[in-house]
Structures are given as C-alpha cells and as structure tokens.
C-alpha cells in the first residue's frame, strides 16, 4: 500500500460513486471497445482497464487505489485480468467499479492469413474444417484431462438409518487436515480437497442435513477422507442431494473463486495501542484448518459495498516449548490485527460486538511446508504486522525440522509501543537457544539502547549469516510493499 492523499479513503470512494457523478464519461451510455479503442486510453489522465471481458474507466480511481497509481498504469490500455488476479483475486471489482463501467470488449474476429489458397478472401471448406477440428479436439483434451483426474479422485456415499457418510478417495498419501475443508451450511454439502495449485470439490444441495453434525475422519496414508453428517430425520435415502455447478470437478484453485461462511467474535484483546487479537469461533458445521504461510479473507458490507481484506491467522500465543507443534483445536480463527484511526475496514471490525458475525473465506495462499524440509538456517524480516504470517511458521519450524540450526527474527517497527508480542519473543530467544530477536525502530526515544534504522543492506548483512558454509537457507519477508521490495532487492 501507498499513503494516499487526506479525502481518498476507500469511504470517500463510496461516497463519489453514489454521488450520481459521471465516473465514466459516457454520459452513461455502454459501449463496445475494441482493442484498439482501449489501447488508446493509457495515461493517467485517461486510463481505460478491461478485466474478464469488461472495459472500466479507472482514471477517478486512480487517487482512490491503495496500491498507488503506478500500479494501475501497469494495465492501462489493456487486458488486466492476468495482473489483477495475481495481486487481487479477491477483490469485488464489479461492486468497488460499478460507476466506472465503460462496456464490454468487442469479439475480437478469427484473423485469416491471405494466401494462395484463398480466392477473394473466401475461406475455403477445408481450411474451415481443419479449424472447427482444432476446436473439437482442444475441448476434447480438456475433457479427457477432466476424466482422468476423476479417476483419482472420487467419491462414494453410505448410509444408516440415522448416519450419512461421504467418502473422498484421492490416492494422496500425504493427506492432512490443512488439505480438507467442509461446509454444511444454508441447506448445502461442500466438501473441497486441496492438490498443490489445483482441488477437487463434492457440493452438493440437500434439505435433510441436521445443522451442526458434521464429523470429518482422514485416513492420511492412503488419502481417504469420510465425511459424516446426521440425517434430519431418521429413514432411508434414495440419493445424497443435488449436484450443483461446480460438482466432482477438478479444477484450478483460482478458478474456483472464493467460499465464505459466516464466523462469530467471541473475545477481543489488545495487544498495544492500536492492535488487537481477534479470536472467531468457526460455524460446528465447518472443517478448516489455515496452514502456515497462507491468509484468509474477511469480507465485510459497508455502506452498501462489498470490502474484502486479507488477513493471516496466528496461535493465541506465543509457544516456548517446541517438543511438538502447537495444536489448533479447530474450533476457532486467531487474527492480530492493527486498528488504523481512518480506515475504513480496521474500524468496522474494531466496531463489532462479541457474538456479531463476520464471513471468513477458505485458505489462500502458495506457500509451500515442504520448502521447510532439511531447512538450516531460517530468517525472518517483518515489519509491523507483516509480523503475523511468521509466527505459525516459527511454529513449525522449531517444532518439525529436525535439522534446522537458526531462526532469526529481524523486526522493524517505528516505536516500542508498537512492537508485537516482544516480552513473548524475547522468552522464546531465552527458551531457545536456535532463535534470535533482533528489534530495529525506525522512531526511537533517546531511551532506546537497541538498533535504529530501517531496512538496508548493511543491516541485513550483519543479521543474514549462514551458520554454517553451505547450510540450506530460507528467508521470509512481509511487510509493507516498499519495505518488501527492498528488502528482496
């Protein structure tokens, strides 16, 4: 994110886009563009975006885009779905830009190389065929890819007179909990299993599922998940539910879009002055396990727009014995998260009372657990509360890898109020002879005896040293994006 001038928050965004303002233009009219149409609207002062097929004038936007307007212009006159759904998936563009509509790309025709074989630039049959042939077998590729898939991973489904049980075959060995999430919920069975960058998802509608009797059992070694739920009312049943859209298919994560259910507050406690660690209950009918390194998303309607942020879940403490990992009871969301005096979000959520609700979504995230497999050295660089992601990883780390030698924690932050969890870390460094600490404030008091500075290469090179020649090395950053960049440069 970029500091963005006084008047541009995401509620003066509302605000102009119900204001009845031109946003477009167009003088509300929607038309058809063609390529070359919005190729040449790339300039700030005129920067026209399409993404999935529609065209938006963003040029009001720009002002507004907590990214900053350089990363805007990246897809300025052209095609940014690619670029959009690399950064954020995840945000509702068509509600945030409704105002912005300048209308749908035109179809773009067949273009048909003239040559010998064409006379008065007639295609001829053969040529014609040959294509409509391409067509046929690239959908029948996609089929086949489809159905092979499905030969791996399927599902069957028994049953007792009270009992209903769901079982997910896979052939994936290394099947745990993280990999399985489950909704029983508004009349709906959603069962989604995650494969690397790809799931296989069973969603189906049915009307006698008892609420809050969901049981989830995996067999982790030969990749079986059941699924057990209890039958509204006792007898016997002629078929599971109704299949809906996305049923028995094996698909991109990213294709998938996101899945929400609805969380409840049960505590809010501060962690320093303008922080505060949120704990959410999970519905009883839903299976969800966040893995280290990814998100979830909350999702929140205010003013009448959809908001949706990205936030990483944390253990409700600190851990200072790392015999075993630390468990996640399943039962509840830990989120520490900073409360901005004008943001729009943070101050919604700060609003909420215990028992109020808020939509979580499913995990995101690439992140891999087995990136920490024969790990060394770890390092650690996290700003504010870029500091979040790292504590499950520092979780796992000194927990499961056997060979690991060093974790070092470098944490920026402008003062001492606000550095997270410090008296937590620093008896973890005392506990643990493998982790160090380092704090760095960029805004100290003449009372502060520790380093000062913000993030640079000599400070790095004095804190990023392999224990040994050549010890296999990860390093994590999160933070803001400049501090991020930086950092990686």
């Known amino acids: 994110q970029v500091p963005l001038k006084p008047g541009r928050s995401l509620m003066d965004w509302i605000r102009l886009t119900k204001s009845g303002k031109d946003l477009t233009g167009l003088k509300g009219r929607l038309i058809e563009v063609t390529e070359d149409e919005l190729a040449k609207h790339n300039k700030k002062e005129d920067c026209w975006i399409c993404i999935r097929g529609f065209v938006y004038n963003v040029t009001p936007y720009m002002e507004y885009h907590p990214g900053g307007e350089d990363e805007l212009m990246k897809a300025a006159g052209t ?24 209308g749908r790309m035109a179809v773009k025709p067949i273009a048909v190389p003239k040559g010998e ?73 959603r069962a989604e299993i995650i494969m690397g960058d790809h799931s296989y998802l069973v969603d189906l509608g049915s009307n006698s ?25 006792n007898g016997h049943w002629e078929k599971l539910g109704q299949p ?26 501060e962690v320093t002055h303008d922080t505060k660690l949120f704990c959410l209950t999970l519905p009883k009918s839903t299976h969800l396990r966040v893995p280290a390194g990814q998100h979830v998303y909350l ?9 949706v942020k990205p936030y990483t879940p944390v253990l409700p403490s600190l851990p200072l014995d790392f015999k075993e990992p630390s ?41 891999k657990k087995s990136r920490l497999h024969n790990l060394e050295d770890l390092f650690l660089l996290a700003a504010g509360t870029g500091f979040t992601p790292m504590v499950k990883l520092l979780n796992l780390a000194l927990a499961e890898v056997r060979c690991l030698r060093t974790v070092k924690l470098l944490f920026f932050n402008k003062t001492e109020d606000d550095v997270l969890w410090r008296d937590q870390l620093e008896q973890l460094a005392l506990k643990d002879e493998r982790f160090v600490v380092q704090f760095i404030l960029s805004q100290p008091t003449k009372d502060w005896v520790g380093k000062e500075g913000k993030i640079s290469s000599s400070l790095l090179s004095e804190f990023v040293q392999r224990s040994r020649k050549d010890s296999k090395v990860l390093v994590c950053i999160c933070g803001p994006t400049p501090f991020t960049e930086q950092g990686v440069q």
């Not at 030969?151 to 399985?180: C, G, H, P, R």
Request: charged share 25%.
């Open 79 to 102: 095609d940014g779905t690619d670029l959009f759904d690399q950064v954020h998936r995840w945000v509702n563009y068509e509600s945030m830009l409704k105002e912005c509509l300048v």
């Open 299 to 307: 999702k929140q309607i205010i003013a009448g727009t959809e908001v």
């Open 327 to 367: 468990r996640h009871d399943g039962a509840h969301l830990y989120l520490m998260i900073k409360i901005y005096s004008h943001g729009l979000f943070t101050q919604a959520l700060d609003h909420l009372q215990i028992g109020d609700c808020i939509s979580v979504s499913n995990p995101e995230g690439n992140f």
């Open 209 to 233: 599922v008892k609420p809050f009797s969901l049981l989830v059992n995996i067999a982790e070694k030969v990749g079986k998940v059941e699924i057990i739920l209890k039958k509204k009312d």
């Open 244 to 269: 809906l859209e996305s049923h028995n298919t094996f698909i991109k994560r990213t294709d998938r879009g996101l899945f929400y259910r609805k969380c409840k507050l049960v505590s809010k406690t």
């Open 117 to 189: 074989f064409f006379k008065n630039e007639i295609i001829p049959k053969s040529l014609l065929e040959n294509y409509m042939l391409n067509i046929f077998w690239y959908a029948l590729r996609k089929q086949i890819y489809s159905l092979l898939y499905c030969l791996f991973y399927s599902y069957d489904w028994f049953q007792t007179d009270s009992f209903i049980t769901v079982v997910i075959y896979t052939k994936q060995k290394d099947m745990n909990a993280e990999l399985v999430v489950v909704d029983c919920q508004d009349k709906r069975l």
